[in-house]
């Protein structure tokens, strides 16, 4: 099965927004979630969708990040608002075996796509 597909990263000046998309077959029937990694860091869980398009995020981005899904175009959707340099990192975009989210821990997920870029400056 093909890979989940990132796209919309960019440059912005901070106290921007940002909405990157994630194309991918799973989005209706799968757990579904955003992440990021900073150079030589831990990939980190920001926000996942279950099946039933309930959410959960991480409780660092939960009041400027916002997970969404359109299951008939298979799209997930990341919104950033107030962008800040901090947010500056790759974001990917992820499945899981489940149709229900258990955890934001990249372990979890098992297909991932390439990753968007998101730089902020000040």
């Known amino acids: 099965q093909a890979p989940p597909v990132e796209s919309g990263g960019g440059s912005v000046q901070a106290g921007g927004s940002l909405k990157l998309s994630c194309i991918d077959s799973r989005v209706s029937q799968r757990c579904m979630g955003w992440f990021r990694q900073y150079p030589e860091k831990e990939r980190e869980g920001l926000a996942t969708?279950?099946?039933?398009?309930?959410?959960k995020y991480a409780d660092s981005v939960k009041d400027r990040f916002t997970i969404s899904k359109d299951n008939a175009k298979n799209l997930m959707y990341l919104q950033i608002d107030n962008l800040k340099p901090e947010d500056t990192a790759m974001y990917y975009c992820?499945?899981?075996?489940?149709?229900?989210?258990?955890?934001?821990?990249?372990?979890?997920?098992?297909?991932w796509g390439q990753g968007t870029q998101v730089t902020v400056s000040s």
């Open positions: 969708i279950d099946s039933a398009g309930s959410t």
């Open positions: 992820a499945a899981t075996g489940r149709g229900f989210c258990y955890t934001l821990h990249p372990r979890a997920f098992n297909a």
